[in-house]
């Protein structure tokens, strides 16, 4: 006797529930990605040049500080601390709404001044390799110039643009507290200059790619 070939037909609707299915699977790790592993970034003023230009798309490693937990205050699997140097992405303080990016001079007990543009960490100054002056004059301004001393309290980073003297950072409005910090800076993705009149430069090609130091 010939077998018979038995051919099973999805009906329309199974087809649309494996579609829907798989649309809400690809959601929730995009979410989950998101909240905890990577997200993206955008810069929107100068105050990191010229580290980080205008118009740089970045990734933000969002899991190395530890993981925020909805309407938890505090971080859980934490794997390192922010280190100075770091370049962060954190709320900031005075709009909660907002994101920041700034790089971390001062940790936990660090007792940071500035006298005259030049930053002191523990009584010694620091090597700011990073940091960029563009008023050549040093002048008495506080807290631009001139600033502190003060004390890092436990659980918080103070942090300054590396656009020295056009940055609206820790100098004006204090600490950063490890709980509001997202992440550092992995990798720039994507870097467009919209200012530029020439169509084949606003692509800065070399910057795509690039690890952020």
């Known amino acids: 006797m010939a077998k018979k070939e038995i051919k099973l037909k999805k009906s329309k609707g199974g087809v649309i529930r494996e579609y829907a299915e798989s649309i809400v699977v690809a959601i929730l790790i995009a979410l989950f990605i998101r909240a905890f592993v990577v997200q993206a970034f955008k810069i929107p003023s100068g105050s990191m040049e010229p580290t980080l230009l205008v118009g740089d798309h970045l990734l933000v490693n969002k899991f ?16 390192k601390e922010p280190q100075r140097g770091d370049i962060v992405v954190f709320i900031f303080p005075k709009d909660k709404k907002k994101d920041f990016i700034k790089r971390v001079v001062g940790v936990p007990g660090d007792t940071v001044e500035i006298r005259r543009k030049q930053i002191y960490i523990n009584g010694e100054i620091w090597d700011d390799s990073h940091g960029v002056y563009r008023d050549a004059e040093v002048t008495g301004l506080v807290p631009r110039d001139n600033f502190g001393p003060v004390v890092v309290p436990p659980e918080h980073v103070l942090v300054m643009g590396d656009n020295r003297d056009r940055s609206y950072d820790s100098r004006f409005w ?30 800065r090609f070399k910057r795509i790619g690039q690890l952020i130091h």
């Open 64 to 79: 190395i500080y530890g993981i925020n937990l909805p309407f938890i205050e505090r971080k859980f699997l934490v794997y």
């Open 174 to 203: 204090g600490f950063v507290p490890f709980n509001q910090i997202k992440g550092k800076a992995l990798i720039l993705y994507w870097s467009w200059d919209r200012l530029s009149k020439n169509i084949a430069e606003k692509v």
